[in-house]
């Protein structure tokens, strides 16, 4: 019995009801699925059990970490290329920022750290603004630290104004950086992972400054101790993301 030709209409009908390629790699896939189940975790424990802060904290970490390997994903599958170091930077930044956030008094030292995350971030979404960002943040921390050693005033009145210096010099750099995210040289999806991830870090730090300004036990205030991890960590999960190379290598567009 002779075979029979295999003509290019059955190999393009059997190759039409092939099981597609998944977009993600299994490790990808399996680390947002363990942040979701962090996710899930850790506002579980905030809404029911409060009053659990260090296990709250241990837990939001964990979710820091998962992160990070998604940036540590996106660096190798990118060939270490230039925008997955940075990301890997930023989110470097970040984790040394939220221990001492998360862990210790020194907020100071931890907001200052959070300057470096988003001067990466510039440098990422525009690179000719960098060096501006650069001196503008280093005379403002500088004014902060200064302030340490005014002899009228108390130390601890010394701590807050180094503190409200550091909160304005963050301030500027996250708006900065958010704002150009709309026109950074990145393809897509790239750039809309990396738009939606900065719009989400931003409403975690406006709902910061509303949780310190607002009277302490009301509502609104406990309502925002809760939305700032909330809008937190899938910002994080998004802009370790923003990284990868969906599709292959492709290269970020020229910034006009």
């Not at 501006?132 to 108390?154: E, H, M, N, R």
């Amino acid at each position: 019995m002779k075979n029979s030709p295999v003509s290019s209409t059955d190999i393009s009908n059997s190759t039409a009801f092939a099981p597609p390629k998944t977009a993600l790699p299994r490790g990808v896939i399996i680390t947002l699925c363990a942040i979701g189940a962090v996710y899930i975790a850790f506002l579980f424990v905030d809404v029911f059990s409060p009053q659990h802060s260090l296990l709250s904290g241990i837990i939001k970490y964990s979710g820091m970490l998962l992160c990070l390997l998604l940036a540590i994903f996106s660096f190798r599958r990118g060939g270490g290329s230039r925008d997955a170091r940075l990301v890997l930077a930023a989110l470097s930044f970040t984790l040394a920022a939220d221990i001492l956030l998360l862990f210790t008094p020194y907020f100071t030292v931890g907001i200052t750290i959070f300057c470096g995350t988003h001067l990466t971030y510039i440098l990422r979404f525009r690179p000719d603004r960098f060096r501006l960002f650069v001196l503008l943040a280093a005379v403002g921390l500088s004014a902060a630290a200064l302030s340490q050693f005014f002899p009228d005033l108390a130390p601890a009145s010394a701590s807050l104004v180094s503190l409200l210096a550091a909160a304005i010099v963050y301030a500027m750099l996250i708006l900065s950086a958010t704002v150009f995210t709309f026109r950074a040289p990145l393809p897509r999806p790239n750039s809309r992972l990396a738009r939606l991830g900065m719009l989400l870090f931003l409403l975690c730090d406006v709902n910061v400054a509303l949780f310190n300004l607002l009277p302490y036990g009301t509502h609104i205030h406990n309502a925002t101790a809760l939305l700032m991890w909330f809008f937190y960590l899938p910002s994080q999960a998004l802009l370790a993301l923003s990284a990868y190379p969906f599709g292959g290598q492709a290269k970020p567009r020229e910034y006009k």
